[in-house]
T-cell receptor
C-alpha cells in the first residue's frame, strides 16, 4: 500500500518566492497534519484537518503560511513570500485514529 | 513552550550497552506514543501506551507509561547499530486531538 506521498522531496528557492508543498494522505484516513521540523525547535504542528476541515491552525507561523485541503486525497501548504527562516523539513501525516503515518518530508531551503 | 521534555538530547553508546531515554511533562495525556525517525525519512510509530503504569515490550525495547500518565520511558537492551536514530515521544492531551511532540533523543550506537 502507498503511504503518505509528499512532493517535491527537495525545494530550493529564493527569498520572496512562493512555495507550494503537496501531500496525498493514505486513502481512508480522515485526519491530515502538517508539521515543520528544525534542529532548534524539533517537530512543530502547523495545522491539522479533520474530514477536510481545518481544526487547529494555531501553529501556523504567520499570514505568509496557508494550507488547504480541497478533498480527502490532497492537501497543500503554501508559503508566500518565503523567507530564509522558513528553511526546514516539512512533513505531512495522516491518521484514522491516534496513530499518525508520516510522509518522507519536503526539505525546503530558502536562500 | 515544549509540553514534553525528552532526555537526554544526545546519546552515543557502544553496541551491547543498555540505555534509557525519558519523556516528561506536567500535563496528563490520554495516550502517549514513541516514534523513531531515521535520517531523510519521516517518523515511524513504535508503540502507543494508553493506561497509567502500562508496560509494552517490542523485542529489545521496553516502553513504560507513568502511573499518572505524565511521563514515559524507553529502555533498550543490548543496543545494536540498527537502533541508531531519533526517538520521539508524542502525547495526545485528549482523544482525537493532535499530538504534541518532544524534541527527541538522538541515539548513536557504534559497533
Amino acid at each position: 500500500d502507498a503511504g503518505v506521498i509528499q512532493s517535491p522531496r527537495h525545494e530550493v528557492t529564493e527569498m520572496g518566492q512562493e512555495v507550494t508543498l503537496r501531500c496525498k494522505p493514505i486513502s481512508g484516513h480522515n485526519s491530515l497534519f502538517w508539521y515543520r521540523q528544525t534542529m532548534m525547535r524539533g517537530l512543530e504542528l502547523l495545522i491539522y484537518f479533520n474530514n477536510n476541515v481545518p481544526i487547529d491552525d494555531s501553529g501556523m507561523p504567520e499570514d505568509r503560511f496557508s494550507a488547504k485541503m480541497p478533498n480527502a486525497s490532497f492537501s497543500t501548504l503554501k508559503i508566500q513570500p518565503s523567507e530564509p527562516r522558513d528553511s526546514a523539513v516539512y512533513f505531512c501525516a495522516s491518521s484514522l485514529k491516534v496513530t499518525q503515518y508520516f510522509g518522507p518530508g519536503t526539505r525546503l531551503l530558502v536562500l | 513552550t515544549q509540553l514534553l521534555e525528552q532526555s537526554p538530547q544526545f546519546l552515543s553508546i557502544q553496541e551491547g550497552e543498555n540505555l534509557t531515554v525519558y519523556c516528561n511533562s506536567s500535563s496528563v495525556f490520554s495516550s502517549l506514543q514513541w516514534y523513531r525517525q531515521e535520517p531523510g525519512e519521516g517518523p515511524v510509530l513504535l508503540v502507543t501506551v494508553v493506561t497509567g503504569g502500562e508496560v509494552k515490550k517490542l523485542k529489545r525495547l521496553t516502553f513504560q507509561f507513568g502511573d499518572a500518565r505524565k511521563d514515559s520511558s524507553l529502555h533498550i537492551t543490548a543496543a545494536q547499530p540498527g537502533d541508531t536514530g531519533l526517538y520521539l515521544c508524542a502525547g495526545a492531551l485528549h482523544s482525537g486531538y493532535a499530538l504534541n511532540f518532544g524534541k527527541g533523543t538522538s541515539l548513536l550506537v557504534t559497533p
